[in-house]
């Protein structure tokens, strides 16, 4: 009987030298602590790769494990007790974890090896965060065993690899949206079993507390968070509940036709009362925003068709407006090339699914034509990888990967489609939605190449309608790196600080010049002394590249991830530049603003040049010259 791993208090549990007491030289770490900002930066990004290599390894081991006391016998083990709950029992034994815990390891561990081979490369390479590799095994668990699951592990590995940021969302978006679109039967057969397991549960907590939940679709979830959030932000500053107690409130509120209000105690508050009732049957309605492909509603094409698409030129937004026996009303497009849909919202807020009102944003139909051809080039690229991971020497070598490889190949292909807030959803999903009669569909663009106006004709400051729906389903999220709040919920940020005097000297009102940040992150740009920016691609026209520069001088890649690589459509809308900007009329010349800020805009220029000269160096695109004059 092995005594390994047994001693004194406080001894190493294994066999080696106690961590504390290796060579951080020998591991490629600092040996001291005494280091400026930018070193602790330094070493927290090699320490994070470093820690993808070591969850590589314990996942190795626990796979390593799987093949010698579980791949044996999983062919006739028919213990209540078998192999592979006592392969994991071992495991949490000598971690001192759960069962659940440990099993979930030799899950991920089994999952990797076999399903995920190159991620599991990616999670080595420190590409990818373990954090994310759960989402990824968890999000393409559909695959398993299908003859395309080497195409897709490829496909994620492979956008996983391209240079910028990820977070949770953008991880997931991007699994889902390699499953979906590449078996629709399977992704429409399991939402349809999803469906009939909705369900409505309470659960009795601490302290005389109790829990409410319900599970049902996506689309409804968002009306139900919408419903609620909406009454409880009437309240005033001096309301002393958390967001999530107001929410609480709320919604009982709105199950018991109960009034809802401030809890500030002021006389003088103006929502010391308010009925929930009223504000349901007042209020604006609800929208929910959708992105997907106008083919994507047709259904899905043979695979094989794929090969003769052409890229999208335009792309289009789709209003669904569900009421309870409320009339949707079309405002005259005037104003914008975007179409209003009104809805007069005459019914209280009793059961939050009556009150429904989404926005899609869609391609047009060549648009998901041209993501299946790229899928197609990134399995030609897969079939050279593999040719040459076998060192192939004669060309009929080849011609047999090529020909195993368009074998994998599923016979449909769908398209999908992207909720905000929610993520991927699938075409049947999609055509689910569009499928209400009262929904309306609506282009973004006029399906010509005019370009669309990028500004409101008597404000350059101000995105047009289009501009504003556009940035938004290009973006998705706020793009921060590793940030997932919704870009419909936050902020368009001139990336270029607008010059309101000379704004012909600053940044402009453009599909370039414009991005999506959360509340949060664009008070930092603003007051804080992050620099960001955001220019044209020239490898690929119409996409851009976004840097982020922390106060030191570090610069982080922004997303890696858009509504670029799900709908490549976008990219083709195009958008006019701003109008001229009239000269001041005598007498009213605007005042200048302040030299601190001229000083503080300035500097963020010349930052942002020096980065994107910096990236050109390091081989991430061609120099841009900045041809703006300084603002003063």
Not at 35 to 51: I, R
Not at 136 to 149: A, C, F, K
Not at 439 to 468: C, H, K, M, N
Not at 617 to 628: T, W
């Amino acid at each position: 009987m092995s005594d390994r791993g047994v001693g004194a208090a406080g001894a190493a549990q294994v066999g080696g030298v106690p961590w504390p007491a290796r060579n951080p030289v020998a591991l490629g770490l600092p040996v001291s602590f005494d280091l400026p900002v930018v070193g602790h930066l330094d070493a927290l990004a090699d320490l994070a790769a470093g820690a993808g290599y070591l969850e590589w390894r314990r996942y190795r081991h626990a796979a390593a494990l799987h093949t010698d006391l579980v791949v044996p016998e999983e062919d006739h083990d028919e213990r209540a007790v078998d192999a592979y709950a006592q392969c994991a029992a071992r495991i949490a034994t000598a971690l001192s974890v759960s069962q659940y815990v440990a099993e979930r390891l030799l899950d991920n561990a089994v999952a990797l090896r076999d399903r995920l081979p190159r991620v599991f490369e990616c999670l080595r390479d420190g590409v990818v965060s373990p954090t994310f590799i759960r989402t990824i095994v968890s999000r393409t668990e559909l695959i398993h065993g299908r003859p395309y699951q080497e195409q897709v592990d490829a496909d994620i590995a492979a956008a996983l690899r391209k240079p910028g940021s990820w977070s949770t969302a953008r991880v997931r978006d991007l699994c889902d949206q390699m499953v979906y679109r590449r078996d629709p039967d399977a992704v429409r057969e399991r939402r349809e079993e999803a469906l009939k397991g909705r369900c409505f549960f309470t659960e009795a907590g601490l302290d005389g507390m109790g829990t409410v939940g319900a599970t049902m679709s996506a689309e409804r979830a968002a009306i139900v968070a919408r419903v609620v959030e909406r009454l409880a932000s009437q309240v005033c500053r001096h309301d002393s509940r958390s967001t999530g107690a107001r929410a609480s409130d709320a919604l009982f509120a709105l199950v018991k036709h109960a009034p809802f209000g401030c809890d500030c105690a002021r006389p003088e508050c103006a929502f010391a009362a308010v009925d929930a009732d009223e504000v349901a049957a007042t209020a604006a309605r609800i929208v929910i925003h959708v992105v997907t492909d106008t083919t994507t509603l047709i259904g899905p094409v043979p695979a094989t068709a794929t090969a003769t698409t052409t890229p999208a030129k335009n792309a289009a937004a789709a209003d669904r407006a569900v009421t309870d026996g409320v009339a949707v009303d079309e405002v005259a497009p005037e104003e914008t090339p975007i179409e209003k849909v009104v809805v007069e919202e005459t019914t209280a807020y009793t059961v939050a699914a009556d009150v429904v009102a989404a926005e899609a944003v869609l391609t047009d139909a060549v648009a998901a034509e041209a993501v299946l051809t790229e899928d197609v080039a990134a399995e030609a690229v897969l079939t050279e990888d593999v040719a040459a991971e076998a060192v192939a020497t004669d060309e009929s070598a080849v011609d047999e990967i090529a020909v195993e490889a368009a074998a994998a190949e599923p016979e449909l292909v769908d398209g999908v489609g992207f909720v905000a807030g929610l993520g991927i959803i699938s075409g049947a999903h999609v055509r689910g939605l569009a499928a209400d009669p009262e929904a309306v569909i609506r282009p973004l663009g006029d399906g010509t190449d005019t370009p669309l106006p990028a500004t409101q004709p008597a404000d350059p400051y101000r995105p047009s309608a289009a501009l504003d729906t556009y940035i938004r389903a290009r973006d998705r999220y706020c793009t921060w790196p590793g940030c997932s709040k919704p870009a419909w919920d936050g902020d368009l940020d001139h990336i270029t600080e607008y010059d309101h005097a000379h704004p012909e000297r600053g940044g402009q009102t453009s599909a370039t010049g414009l991005g999506a940040k959360c509340r949060f992150h664009h008070l930092l740009k603003t007051f804080g002394d992050f620099v960001d920016d955001q220019y044209d691609d020239p490898d690929h026209p119409g996409r851009i590249v976004r840097t982020v520069t922390i106060p030191e001088g570090r610069t982080v890649l922004g997303p890696a991830h858009t509504g670029f690589d799900t709908h490549p459509g976008l990219d083709m809308i195009v958008f006019g530049d701003p109008p001229a900007t009239r000269p001041p009329s005598p007498g009213s010349e605007p005042t200048r603003p302040a030299p601190r800020t001229e000083q503080k805009h300035a500097r963020r220029r010349q930052e942002r040049n020096r980065n994107r000269l910096r990236n050109n160096l390091n081989g991430v695109r061609p120099p841009e010259p900045d041809d703006a004059p300084p603002p003063y």
